[in-house]
């Protein structure tokens, strides 16, 4: 048997992937090798990863893989807890997971985030709110629901921008949800 904090519990989530582009996160605390990808998701076009400074790349099509190196493109050799990563593929699919969960705002990936753009995710659904009240210095937040974008800015003179241009407001982030936070 394996002893848990308080703060994390054991479950079992599944992943509805949707033909097409997914931003996503690892719903529960575990790594995924690149290894392991092909054998958790099918019919994988592409996998990308931002590091902070470059993206990191994976495909399974040996052609599209040699176009990635070509353009200096680092191979992606895993995802992470509290990893945001973009998945493209070609098939609707549920992926089940199994561990411990965790929250993105327990995490140094978040706590410890410095200016500029974050591709994050999280195993326990979390707030806008709450990830804002642990930084005062977000500019926004962005998650893409597979057919568009939805973000929260706590401005109210950039909030009022997002809806006037028709994007929805977010307001929470759920469990294997990838997404963007812009730090000032």
């Given at each position: 048997?394996?002893?848990?904090?308080?703060?994390?519990?054991?479950?079992?989530?599944?992943?509805?992937?949707?033909?097409?582009?997914?931003?996503?996160?690892?719903?529960?605390?575990?790594?995924?090798?690149?290894?392991?990808?092909?054998?958790?998701?099918?019919?994988?076009?592409?996998?990308?990863?931002?590091?902070?400074?470059?993206?990191?790349?994976?495909?399974?099509?040996?052609?599209?893989?040699?176009?990635?190196?070509?353009?200096?493109?680092?191979?992606?050799?895993?995802?992470?807890?509290?990893d945001g990563y973009w998945l493209n593929t070609t098939q609707n699919q549920n992926v089940t997971f199994s561990g411990n969960?965790?929250?993105?705002?327990?995490?140094?990936?978040?706590?410890?985030?410095?200016?500029?753009?974050?591709?994050?995710?999280?195993?326990?659904?979390?707030?806008?709110?709450?990830?804002?009240?642990?930084?005062?210095?977000?500019?926004?937040?962005?998650?893409?629901?597979?057919?568009?974008?939805?973000?929260?800015?706590?401005?109210?003179?950039?909030?009022?921008?997002?809806?006037?241009?028709?994007?929805?407001?977010?307001?929470?982030?759920?469990?294997?949800?990838?997404?963007?936070?812009?730090?000032?």
């Amino acid at each position: 048997s394996s002893v848990s904090s308080s703060s994390s519990q054991t479950n079992t989530t599944t992943q509805t992937i949707i033909n097409g582009w997914n931003l996503l996160s690892l719903p529960i605390d575990t790594t995924l090798n690149q290894t392991e990808f092909n054998s958790k998701y099918t019919n994988i076009v592409t996998m990308w990863k931002w590091t902070g400074t470059s993206w990191n790349a994976y495909s399974p099509n040996a052609s599209l893989s040699q176009k990635i190196a070509n353009a200096g493109i680092s191979a992606l050799s895993s995802i992470t807890t509290g990893d945001g990563y973009w998945l493209n593929t070609t098939q609707n699919q549920n992926v089940t997971f199994s561990g411990n969960s965790y929250n993105i705002k327990t995490l140094s990936k978040f706590t410890t985030a410095t200016t500029g753009w974050h591709l994050l995710g999280t195993g326990e659904s979390v707030t806008v709110n709450e990830l804002t009240a642990l930084k005062s210095n977000i500019v926004t937040i962005w998650k893409w629901s597979g057919t568009s974008w939805s973000a929260y800015g706590p401005n109210s003179t950039l909030a009022t921008k997002i809806s006037n241009a028709g994007i929805n407001t977010l307001n929470t982030i759920n469990a294997g949800d990838g997404f963007w936070v812009n730090l000032q």
